[in-house]
């Protein structure tokens, strides 16, 4: 009996990741995916955000390699098309960057155009995912911080673009081995270190955690497993366990999904150096997590558009879903549901 419920979990996480894809899939307009999708006049809206637009490529990408469908292969392809329209080259310092309004290049675009390639093939991989880089590293500064968008002083997005990027560079190390990716990473840890002291906030723990795990297994420094495991500890904290590490609140709609990403990165430093009691409350946030956002999805009984999307409003957003299986995926892979 205690086998049969286990199975029927599993499946019921592996069903979820199944129609968020789908959700994709359904979704689809001539350049790669609508942005939103409404459900109460149940039609798209003409909204555009090219960040999150690229994250889901992102994840489509890495449904493919889940999945091992061609349908996602064929979506992934279809925006590196669209995005590559909008690659520009600055010849002065030998870097690419996404341009969709010329007073607002972010940073972001830089990194998931690099971690789409590094799950898929494309004409120009290795050339982009050279320049793109490049990119990134003429962005960060002396003390290593990085300036949040190309040719502009605006500085908003600290809390996600830089740690964006990161991921990106150390993903992109381990492709390439170039040690300018790595050194960048390092670089960068002294000042978002102390930026989070003064600064901490949920927003900006997934992608440092992400970033920051990876350097931890390239080099063993504790210094980087003890600030995952910093962030994370002050995640579990913002959602009020009832009990020792469980009967967590979750009450912030589909951002849960990215905490449970930021969450995954360190769980799995806490399995790698036995830290027990960390790994059980993780675990636990994951799990309850997890469960939580499947509640969100809408699973049937409803227009095509509408089915394996995540709610967060009464709207439907590619980067909910995003975030969603991308968080499930990796919650599966490493075995906590």
């Known amino acids: 009996m205690i086998l049969a419920v286990f199975y029927s979990n599993q499946n019921k996480y592996l069903d979820s990741i199944k129609l968020g894809g789908e959700w994709f899939l359904n979704n689809q307009n001539e350049d790669f995916v609508y942005y939103e999708y409404d459900i109460i006049e149940k039609n798209h809206t003409g909204t555009r ?114 740690g964006e990027a990161l991921f990106a560079l150390i993903s992109l190390y381990q492709y390439k081995k170039d040690q300018r990716y790595l050194q960048t990473v390092e670089k960068a840890f002294p000042y978002y270190s102390e930026y989070w002291k003064e600064n901490a906030n949920t927003a900006f723990v997934p992608w440092q955690s992400r970033a920051y795990k990876m350097l931890y297994l390239e080099t063993e420094e504790k210094k980087y497993a003890d600030f995952v495991f910093e962030m994370n500890d002050f995640m579990l904290d913002e959602h009020y366990p009832k009990k020792r590490c469980q009967d967590f609140d979750f009450d912030r709609s589909m951002v849960t999904a990215v905490y449970i990403e930021g969450v995954n990165q360190a769980y799995e430093l806490a399995k790698l150096l036995g830290d027990k009691e960390r790994e059980e409350c993780y675990a636990n946030f994951i799990r309850e997590g997890a469960d939580y956002i499947i509640s969100l999805q809408i699973k049937d009984k409803s227009e095509k558009q509408a089915i394996g999307g995540f709610l967060g409003d009464s709207s439907l957003r590619v980067d909910r879903n995003q975030h969603a299986v991308i968080a499930l995926i990796e919650a599966r892979e490493l075995g906590i549901i």
Do not use: C
């Open 49 to 162: 955000h090219p960040l999150r637009e690229m994250g889901a490529m992102w994840s489509v990408a890495k449904l493919n390699n889940y999945f091992d469908d061609k349908r996602y292969y064929n979506l992934t392809q279809k925006g590196l098309l669209y995005f590559d329209k909008f690659i520009l080259y600055d010849p002065i310092d030998d870097f690419v960057y996404a341009n969709f309004s010329s007073d607002d290049i972010k940073l972001g675009y830089s990194a998931f155009m690099i971690l789409t390639l590094l799950e898929t093939d494309y004409h120009s991989k290795e050339f982009l995912l050279d320049k793109f880089a490049n990119g990134i590293l003429y962005l960060q500064n002396e003390d290593g911080s990085f300036n949040t968008f190309f040719y502009s002083n605006k500085s908003t997005g600290i809390d996600y673009y830089p």
